[in-house]
């Protein structure tokens, strides 16, 4: 079996992404795009010679679906083999769905954590978000091949499993009943009372110890079999594009947006994303992983585990992506958190764009305009419009070091400028591989250092003897042989570095100096000869 996915020229000026979906039917989308505020993919198969079409093998994608706190995650994760998801004990940790392909003796397996169906709404959990997780189990359920039913083997059989039994048993598809937290042969017997729900196939599983996943696997494999489930062969992997910010600031809505779908939840509730959800969307013959990660919380505002792995995952998402879209609220401006994720983005030497996110709303004021849009402004709002070049020069003023990133204001909810993310990401990828020639590189640094040499530092000057630059790295980096390395200043090296732009812009890349000392006082044969090659 084959997808076709699909982008038009139309799409990319209208702001839309591509969807990856199949088929879903109305009442199981979210309202948003149930009342066709996004648009849908054609689905459909792959056609020979039709252009902006790209087929890959589809893997067999496999739900994980039941009611709240009995160990889907956990099962999960032991499934990927990675702690991708959040586990804790209590329920409704999980709100969006968190897909990932795993590739097992050639044979590929998308597998989906879901959040808790019949999820009730709490304090923690406002009735917006329980009703969001919902519509987001749903939205797996109707994509899935196999939906894997996880019960709790300790707890035993409840009203809820029953009434879970029965939504799935009318979606039609193939349900598999797995009973989790057996971690002992002596509680398998508890496993009885599931044979009433009358699914056929049931494994005892343990997802924290391991038991029963032998079992599993080899079912999962028959089935991947069935419907010839190849994995992809191993090429070139996709960059990963991490949308990162602090709460609220507007992320998933973003996302939303990039992908042209409602695939990650959206409130006004901050906090509301947990997980890094990762998205796989094509854009015109770009492939791309998109990275929805939870709000970067300052440290001192951590109140639970949960908000304490949510920022782990984040930091964890930004250290494994090639570019990351630093999100900021136009309203609020640069806060001290802002600055704080800028510099941890400084820190993991990685490309960036800083997307001022909610400009709408500044010029909602221009327009004299309240932003209920009603044009009655609120006495207690005493903001004024600000122009984009005040903005920005406030804004590099608080972040210095990255003025390297490029700026772009937008409006997620209204799609304001957001096609132009998309060309811009291209445009840093591109500009991240870029590659000097050795002597090219000297030859700048040679004229730079000959134009306004090191600083003296202890009555000696730094000598740059070669440089060479490194060809695995996310950032242009570049090695310096050099005299002494304490002898290096960072005022100096961002004037080198403002001298390589030159040659090259390296958009929204940080450029990366490592220094090496000489091995011996004599010069290096051949450094002189390659100070002046070219």
Not at 116 to 126: D, F, K, M, N, V
Not at 259 to 274: A, M
Not at 363 to 383: C, I, M, N, Q, Y
Request: net charge positive; aromatic share 6%; glycine share 8%.
């Amino acid at each position: 079996m084959m997808r076709r996915r699909r982008w038009s020229g139309r799409d990319m000026e209208e702001g839309r992404g591509f969807v990856r979906e199949r088929k879903i039917t109305p009442a199981l989308l979210p309202p948003r795009q149930r009342n066709g505020g996004f648009p849908r993919a054609e689905i459909g198969l792959c056609e020979r010679g039709v252009n902006r079409v790209a087929c890959v093998a589809m893997p067999l994608r496999v739900a994980i679906v039941g009611r709240p706190n009995v160990g889907k995650s956990s099962l999960f994760n032991r499934l990927v083999q990675r702690h991708e998801a959040i586990v804790h004990d209590a329920p409704g940790v999980t709100r969006d769905r968190l897909a990932r392909t795993v590739t097992k003796n050639a044979r590929a397996f998308e597998f989906v954590d879901t959040g808790g169906i019949g999820l009730s709404a709490t304090a923690e959990t406002p009735a917006e978000i329980a009703d969001a997780v919902q519509l987001q189990a749903e939205a797996a359920i109707a994509s899935a091949e196999i939906l894997l039913f996880v019960v709790d083997g300790q707890a035993g059989l409840e009203p809820l499993d029953r009434e879970v039994a029965g939504r799935l048993r009318k979606s039609g598809k193939k349900v598999w009943l797995g009973v989790n937290k057996l971690d002992l042969a002596r509680h398998d017997a508890r496993a009885a009372e599931f044979h009433e729900l009358g699914f056929g196939t049931m494994f005892l599983l343990s997802a924290t110890h391991g038991r029963g996943m032998p079992g599993l696997w080899s079912a999962l494999m028959d089935a991947a079999a069935e419907i010839g489930a190849e994995a992809e062969a191993e090429g070139e992997r996709p960059p990963r594009i991490a949308v990162v910010g602090r709460p609220n600031v507007g992320k998933s809505s973003l996302v939303n947006r990039l992908l042209g779908e409602d695939r990650v939840i959206v409130s006004e509730t901050p906090g509301t994303t947990r997980d890094s959800v990762d998205l796989e969307v094509i854009v015109g013959d770009r492939r791309y992983v998109l990275v929805d990660t939870a709000g970067v919380r300052h440290k001192r505002r951590i109140h639970t585990h949960v908000e304490m792995w949510s920022r782990h995952r984040a930091e964890k998402s930004i250290a494994r992506a090639q570019v990351a879209l630093l999100l900021i609220s136009a309203p609020d401006g640069p806060t001290r958190q802002d600055c704080e994720i800028a510099a941890l983005l400084a820190e993991h030497r990685k490309p960036c764009i800083l997307i001022i996110n909610k400009w709408d709303l500044n010029e909602r004021l221009e327009a004299g305009v309240a932003e209920d849009g009603t044009g009655k402004s609120p006495r207690r709002v005493r903001r004024r419009a600000v122009a984009r070049s005040e903005y920005e020069k406030a804004l590099r003023a608080r972040m210095p070091f990255l003025d390297h990133a490029p700026l772009l204001f937008v409006s997620a909810l209204e799609g304001y400028h957001a096609p132009r993310i998309w060309r811009l990401v291209a445009t840093v990828i591109e500009q991240a591989q870029r590659r000097f020639t050795t002597g090219v590189l000297n030859r700048v640094i040679r004229r730079a250092q000959e134009r306004v040499p090191p600083p003296m530092r202890h009555g000696k000057r730094l000598k740059i003897y070669y440089a060479v630059q490194k060809t695995e790295a996310s950032a242009p980096t570049f090695v310096l042989f050099v005299n002494q390395r304490k002898l290096w200043t960072e005022s100096w090296g961002r004037y080198l570095a403002g001298r390589l732009r030159e040659a090259e812009p390296l958009t929204g890349c940080p450029i990366v100096f490592e220094l090496r000392e000489r091995f011996s006082r004599a010069d290096p044969a051949g450094t002189a000869a390659a100070l002046d090659e070219g």
